[in-house]
């Protein structure tokens, strides 16, 4: 079983794509190799390959790092499930993640939704889905500094709010706000999430 990510940058077409691509381009090169693991392609879409229990991790990482520059945000659809064909990229390959992946993620503009996730089980995407929507309310609305807390946060989940104090030389206490304004229940319900799948 493996996760196929599949995204697309919101209102890319109002910065030049350095702006956000070499925000996005070292995350993801630090998740495996091009072209087989992740791509970048027509313009502002990629999609990824990993694990079903680092698929959700990834992708709000993603929407924070991409939320770090203001007014951008990232639609992504989640898709696990089997790899029945490897080609010579990500975007070449097939099975049923990749095309749960891709129809999740085609539907996403229409739901008014920038993050949804299928499994192949009904019940258990409805409980993920239904989830991922109280999360949304607060990641939708993160500002700059919110989603650079959030996504610090994600790249150092053992570090203490003092530890992230010291390293951005701001007060413990402005971090604890920071992450109370990025609405911390996001944490609760991704790990929960995480659990469930």
Do not use: C
């Amino acid at each position: 079983m493996v996760a196929i990510i599949t995204g697309d940058i919101i209102n890319s077409d109002r910065y030049a794509a350095s702006e956000w691509m070499d925000i996005l381009k070292p995350y993801l090169a630090g998740q495996g190799k091009t072209p087989n693991d992740w791509e970048i392609y027509r313009g502002d879409e990629f999609q990824i390959r990993t694990t079903p229990e680092r698929a959700l991790s990834m992708a709000i990482q993603i929407k924070a790092l991409i939320k770090s520059i203001k007014n951008l945000d990232v639609r992504i659809g989640i898709g696990l499930g089997s790899e029945t064909f490897v080609g010579n990229s990500v975007s070449q390959s097939n099975g049923k993640a990749y095309q749960r992946s891709g129809r999740v993620f085609e539907t996403l503009k229409e739901q008014k939704l920038n993050l949804a996730i299928v499994t192949g089980h009904d019940d258990k995407d409805k409980t993920l889905n239904l989830m991922l929507k109280l999360a949304l309310n607060f990641m939708d609305d993160w500002s700059v500094v919110s989603a650079q807390m959030v996504s610090l946060t994600l790249t150092k989940p053992n570090a203490s709010q003092q530890e992230v104090a010291d390293q951005l030389k701001i007060r413990q206490s402005a971090v604890s706000q920071r992450l109370k304004r990025a609405g911390w229940i996001w944490y609760w319900i991704y790990w929960r999430i995480t659990v469930k799948i």
